[in-house]
């Protein structure tokens, strides 16, 4: 494999490159900072660790319509159910992903993980599919509903036009990826904020749930597992609706070199985190459906609209509101992290050189971050984005299951490795033996999109033979990778 030279350069006089290969110490490391070299600084705090899992994890989907899992259960009591094993089974996962987090102090998440468990080949084809769908595609889906819930206060009586919905989700995705170029200490204030605001808003809806129960409303609960039986058929298609809502957790890995204390704070932030998800989103199940029963649930384009105007009155119209900060939130969230994975990919020499570049006064992947944004803007203007997700959500939890996988092959294989915070070892087990076991359900389950899905991920072993592998290739094409 083809591998940059450790070099310490300006480029342009905005950038300057740190060694590649992964070989760039981490600010925990004993060797030394060459002079003059700039580095990713430690700024991540536990609130601020905090905050990021709890702003990227609660987006648009609690508050819009939590109906997928409600569709493919069948009833109230099994939904909730699932509600609250996913919230474990996630646990579960984050305390893998704390493990690997104070163990391997290197950023970019699945990646790195992947990279040190199997090799470079698996680690490139996930760098590949991220980078090309999945976080152009999730990026534009949060950031829609990011448009549309802006708009809504402005629209309450007539139909929001699609083209104005595009244009302030354009706006708003490159503020999130100009704010995150600027500075790291400012994009984890405004993450704090929009975190608080997430929390304030599910209280809105919990607090008056739970009146609501002590008032005697509890008709929509009695025969709580009565319904249409849950099949085989839907349990993966309700397995992704829920993990895709918890999905966040690992996302504080991916920043893992500029957490202070990592040991104890990559573990704490997970756990105190997951906990506050969890309960927050049960609590929340159970609020709707004081007020809105199965049949309306599935109806209702917006459930917290709906529960809204239906105990609020006109304070309702502060939800829209709370839905697009939210939104926002995991919009900054997710670009903060993911670049992190792209920064690393290239330090490794899995992606073009420039992406490795950190800016000499701002100290931030700058880059890494812009990268994302032609990409995220043609999947915003083209495209049916909601199947591209269902073609992919696969693929994001086939790797997950694969990195933990890699968690207990790392156990045998380098068991001398320093872990300062251990889970036992049934834990990672369970996790990847269910999220492994889902997916080849959801082969079963859903042959089309899954395989479509399969057949794109399939494309970055190609890839990774052309660009990596392939050592004779012409001086325009080296050039164009900026080797």
């Known amino acids: 494999m083809v591998r940059k030279a450790a070099v310490t350069t300006l480029s342009n006089g905005s950038c300057l490159q740190g060694q590649a290969n992964g070989r760039l110490p981490s600010m925990d490391s004993e060797q030394p900072a060459q002079e003059g070299k700039v580095v990713l600084k430690k700024k991540v705090t536990l609130l601020r660790g905090i905050s990021i899992i709890i702003g990227t994890i609660i987006g648009a989907g609690i508050f819009i319509s939590p109906k997928g899992i409600l569709k493919n259960t069948g009833s109230v009591g099994m939904s909730l159910t699932v509600w609250t094993a996913c919230g474990i089974l996630s646990l579960f996962g984050a305390l893998c992903y704390a493990e690997l987090g104070t163990c391997i102090k290197k950023s970019g998440g699945h990646y790195t993980y992947i990279l040190e468990a199997f090799g470079p080949l698996p680690a490139f084809v996930r760098v590949w599919v991220e980078l090309l769908i999945i976080r152009p595609a999730a990026t534009a889906v949060i950031s829609l509903a990011f448009g549309r819930y802006i708009l809504e206060p402005f629209f309450m009586q007539c139909e929001i036009p699609e083209l104005a919905i595009k244009l302030i989700t354009a706006v708003g995705i490159t503020l999130v990826m100009v704010l995150n170029s600027t500075s790291v200490s400012w994009s984890a204030r405004i993450q704090i904020f929009l975190t608080f605001c997430k929390l304030v808003a599910i209280l809105i809806i919990i607090v008056p749930g739970v009146i609501q129960l002590i ?269």
């Open 215 to 483: 008032k005697g409303e509890t008709q929509h609960f009695k025969n709580a597992f009565a319904g249409n039986d849950a099949s085989v058929m839907g349990l993966p298609l309700a397995f992704y609706s829920g993990m895709y809502a918890y999905s966040g957790w690992f996302y504080l890995n991916f920043v893992t070199e500029e957490v202070e204390n990592p040991e104890k704070n990559i573990p704490l932030a997970i756990c105190i985190s997951m906990i506050i998800v969890t309960v927050g989103y049960v609590l929340t199940n159970v609020a709707y459906f004081t007020t809105i029963s199965a049949g309306e649930l599935l109806l209702s384009k917006a459930v917290a609209v709906t529960f809204a105007e239906r105990l609020m009155g006109n304070f309702s119209l502060a939800v829209p509101v709370f839905v697009a900060l939210s939104c926002f939130g995991s919009m900054n969230g997710g670009i903060f992290a993911v670049s992190r994975m792209f920064f690393v990919a290239s330090r490794e020499g899995h992606l073009p050189e420039i992406l490795s570049m950190i800016h000499v006064r701002k100290h931030t992947p700058l880059p890494a971050v812009i990268v994302l944004h032609p990409l995220t803007m043609i999947m915003l203007f083209n495209g049916d984005l909601y199947s591209l997700l269902n073609f992919l959500s696969f693929a994001r939890w086939l790797f997950i299951g694969l990195v933990v996988a890699g968690l207990i092959y790392l156990r045998y294989k380098r068991p001398d490795m320093p872990r300062p915070f251990k889970v036992p070892l049934f834990i990672p087990a369970l996790f990847s033996f269910t999220c492994l076991f889902m997916v080849a359900l959801s082969l079963y389950s859903d042959p089309v999109n899954t395989g479509i899905g399969f057949a794109i991920t399939l494309t970055g072993v190609p890839a990774y033979y052309l660009f990596i592998v392939w050592d004779k290739k012409p001086k325009w094409f080296r050039k164009l990778l900026g080797k």
